[in-house]
């Protein structure tokens, strides 16, 4: 057989008890990149970015390694820390701080050996500059720099000229800017020295055991979240190139283009009989057929999560709010069928259980042994199984659709009282 592929790329998401780490590999070395993100939960320019590093790159020489959500209980509320800055617990953390699961977890993957380079992604106040320049544009403002703690870690460390790295990178960034406002410059914390809240933070942390660390701060002060994304990556690609790590994206880059990839935010699979498209959903969702718990929630984004209170479940992807999805309890039928059988403005089809199928005109639910049919906003109501009845839009009630446009509704399928699965029915 003859061999296709010279080298294999694998990348793999390990969801150890706290953190997910994302690697993309190469065999052919142990040079890797650790891209750390959402240490700071109201910081989504970070985040953002590291979630499209791993959905939209392919890296094809050497190793990326990315945290896209390392506080993400903090993430989901947009707020700084929810159990104080997690930043700021590096170098001693109480016995009984809720973060000290995740500040252990990720102190050992900092010092894994296989780590070259680390990068902390935040999103900072104002615009740096060296002289005072008023409120926003100033030497104490954080934003649109690269960020060292020293300039040198020990002389024979690989990538341990921390300042030359810094500029070279903020001078590349500086080539691309979309407002010359937004230029880069390097701050040098001189943290062993002049800065003690630093000295608890996780560059440092990393610094002081000769492991390479930046931080790369975008400003809040940007006028948008496609704005900050954009120079995370522009940053982070610098990085990549000064590593010699070879990297394919699948986008132009530009603003639009990233703006376009940051309204996607993907599908969420519950227990495996639910499939939501998340990108056009509305904001609420009644008599959602889930379990009363245990439920399984999978999500195509990395920063997807959801969070129950008060009998909803909310659906966040980073910091924004999706949708709440309001449940009515079910047990899961083990008696249901894979495939399914309609008929679509004429024609016949079969369908595998939770797909969305196009529709023009109408279509019917063939008849099933096992299972019966509910078409949720159908009109008017038909009381039990709802197959062979032919459906176009005017029978459907827009308040039921599942998305904003109201041209998608559910078709759910029940064994007896127990749930099976829901397709999805679009009206073209
Ligand atoms: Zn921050």
Redesign the pocket.
Known sequence: MKLLFLFYIFSISILSANIQLIKKENKDSNTTLLVVAG??GN?PG?YFAASILATHYKILSKNLWIIPNLNQKSIIRNR?GIYGDM?RKFSVIKKNDQDKKIIEEIKEILLSEKVSLVLNL???HGFYRKKNQGSIFNPNA?GQTCVIDQCDLKQDQEFGNLNDIAIAVKDSVNKKLLKQHHSFDVKNTNTQYDDEAMQLSLTYYAVTNNKPAF?I?TSKNLSSLSQKVFYQLLAIEEYMRIMDIKFQRNFDFNEDEIAKILNNYGTLSINRNILLNLSDIKKSLSYIPIKSKSNIFKFSHPLGDVRKTNGVYSVFIGNKFVTALKPQYFKLSKNCQEKLDFVIDGKKFSFQNTSEFFVTADFKVIKSKKQRVNIIGYQPKVSGDESEVPVSLSNLNKNYSVDKTNKTYRVEFYNKDEFCSMSMVHFK
């Open positions: 240490i700071h910081e970070g700084r930043n935040h999103d900072g954080w931080a701060e």
